[in-house]
C-alpha cells in the first residue's frame, strides 16, 4: 500500500505541478534617476482590466529601492508605479533577483505633472525578455500610428482650428479634402493591420498562459467579436490564472435578476452613500458609469436630462458614478455638466465590482436595488419605462 501512494503522489506531482506551484520568492532592486529621495513605488498587477491594489510597496533612497514578495509557478506582468505624481513602467516578475534601471522625468504642469520613464533596462527575468519580444509587434504599430500622426497634423490642426472659430463651414470643406481622406485612409489600413498584428500575436501564443496575458495586456476591453479569439486558446491556457480572467472578461456572469453589487462612492462633501438610500422612493434608478474624459459618456448626458424630466415624476431616478482618477477632474466636470440627479466619484471598488470594462455603462435597478437590465443603451432604458 506504501508503494502505490508514492506512485500516486508521483503522478500528481507530475501530471498537477501541485508542489511546484509553491509561491517562490522574488527580489526588484531599482535604481531610478531621477525621483526624489520619499518617493513611494508600488507594485501593481498588471493586465487584469481592473483598478489593482498595490501588493508591495518601497520608498527610494539616494534613487535606489528594494520590492520582496512571493510568487506562483506562472509569471506575473506587474506595474511599477509612483505614488502621487503617476508614471511607472511595466515588468514581467518570476521568481528571481531582478534588477531595474531607469531614468525618470517629470513632465507636465500643475495637476497634470507626470514622470516619464526612459532608458528603462530590467535583468534577471527571463520572462520580461520574452514579454518584450512577443509584444514586439505593438511597438512596431506605435512607430507607424506616430508616423501618421505626424504625417497628417497640418490638416488636423487646420480643421481643428475652423471648429474653434466655430467655422463649420470651412470645418466640413477640410473634412471633403484630399488631405483629409489621406488621413481616414491611413486611420484605416492603421486599424485592420492593428486588428490582423494584435490577432497573430494571441494566435502565436494560444496554447499557453501567454496568449490570454496577451489579450488582456493588448486589447483594452473585449466586445463580441472576440469571443472567437477567446476560444481559439487551449484548455491549459484558460485554466491559467490570465486565462480564467480573461473568460469572466469574454463571458460575464451578469447581474440581471439579482441584488445589484455593492458601491463605495463619495459625494462632493465626502459623504458614502448607501444603495438603498438611493433607491429608496424610485420604482426604477438608473446607474450611469462616466468620467470627465470619456467623449461618448458626455456626449449622452442632454438625451439623460431629457429621460429625466420625462419620467423623474413617475418614480424614475438617476445616479451618476464618475470613474475619474482625479477627484478634481470629475468636480471640474460637475460643474459643467449640472446634473440634477445625485453623482458620486467611485472611491476605487465599485467599477470593479460591477464588471464595467468601458464607458458609458449603464443599469437599471427596480425600487429594491435588484438589476433589471444592464450594459445597455439609453433607447433600451427609455423603451422599459414606457412600457410599464
Known amino acids: 500500500m506504501k508503494l502505490k501512494s508514492i506512485l500516486l503522489l508521483i503522478l500528481l506531482i ?4 501541485t508542489l511546484s506551484a509553491a509561491p517562490a520568492p522574488f527580489t526588484i532592486t531599482g535604481t531610478i ?21 498595490p501588493v508591495a510597496k518601497a520608498t527610494v533612497n539616494k534613487g535606489k529601492f528594494v520590492i520582496k514578495g512571493t510568487i506562483g509557478a506562472e509569471p506575473r506582468l506587474f506595474y511599477l508605479r509612483t505614488a502621487g505624481i503617476p508614471g511607472g513602467t511595466s515588468i514581467m516578475v518570476q521568481s528571481a533577483k531582478i534588477t531595474l534601471t531607469a ?6 504642469n500643475g495637476e497634470s505633472k507626470y514622470y516619464d520613464f526612459t532608458n528603462v533596462v530590467i535583468k534577471g527575468s527571463n520572462a520580461h525578455v520574452l514579454y518584450l519580444k512577443k ?8 512607430t507607424l500610428y506616430l508616423a501618421n500622426e505626424e504625417a497628417n ?13 466655430k467655422d463649420t463651414v470651412l470645418a466640413n470643406s477640410i473634412m ?3 488631405p483629409w481622406k ?28 501567454w496568449g490570454p496575458l496577451l489579450a488582456l495586456d493588448l486589447f483594452s476591453y473585449f466586445t463580441p467579436e472576440n469571443k472567437s479569439m477567446y476560444a481559439s486558446l487551449s484548455p491549459q491556457a484558460k485554466n491559467s490564472y490570465y486565462g480564467k480572467i480573461m473568460g469572466e472578461l469574454i463571458n460575464p456572469k451578469g447581474f440581471k435578476g439579482t441584488p445589484a453589487p455593492a458601491i463605495d462612492l463619495k459625494d462632493e462633501t465626502g459623504v458614502s452613500p448607501q444603495l438603498a438610500v438611493l433607491t429608496k422612493g424610485h420604482k426604477y434608478v438608473l446607474v450611469d458609469f462616466w468620467a470627465s474624459w470619456c467623449v461618448p459618456c458626455r456626449k449622452s448626458i442632454p438625451n439623460l436630462k431629457k429621460a429625466y424630466e420625462e419620467f423623474k415624476d413617475k418614480g424614475f431616478q438617476i445616479v451618476s458614478i464618475s470613474i475619474d482618477k482625479k477627484e478634481g477632474d470629475w468636480l471640474k466636470a460637475q460643474g459643467e455638466e449640472k446634473l440634477p440627479w445625485p453623482s458620486f466619484l467611485d472611491k476605487g471598488a465599485t467599477a470593479n465590482a460591477w464588471k464595467i470594462q468601458a464607458i458609458p455603462a449603464m443599469f437599471l ?7 433589471v437590465l444592464e450594459n445597455m443603451g439609453l433607447e433600451e432604458v427609455i423603451t422599459k419605462l414606457k412600457a410599464i
Open 176 to 178: 471633403q479634402s484630399a
Open 182 to 209: 489621406k488621413l481616414e485612409a491611413d486611420d484605416k489600413e492603421f486599424f485592420r493591420l492593428a486588428d490582423e498584428k494584435m490577432y497573430k500575436i494571441i494566435s502565436d501564443n494560444k496554447d499557453t498562459f
Open 14 to 17: 507530475v501530471f498537477t505541478g
Open 365 to 371: 435597478l427596480d425600487e429594491n436595488g435588484n438589476v
Open 103 to 108: 531614468t525618470a522625468q517629470l513632465s507636465g
Open 33 to 53: 534617476k531621477g525621483l526624489p529621495d520619499g518617493t513611494q513605488i508600488n507594485l501593481v498587477p498588471g493586465a487584469t482590466h481592473a483598478d489593482e491594489k
Open 135 to 142: 509584444v514586439m509587434p505593438k511597438a512596431e504599430l506605435n
Open 153 to 165: 497634423k497640418a490638416v488636423v490642426a487646420k480643421r481643428n482650428e475652423a471648429y474653434a472659430n
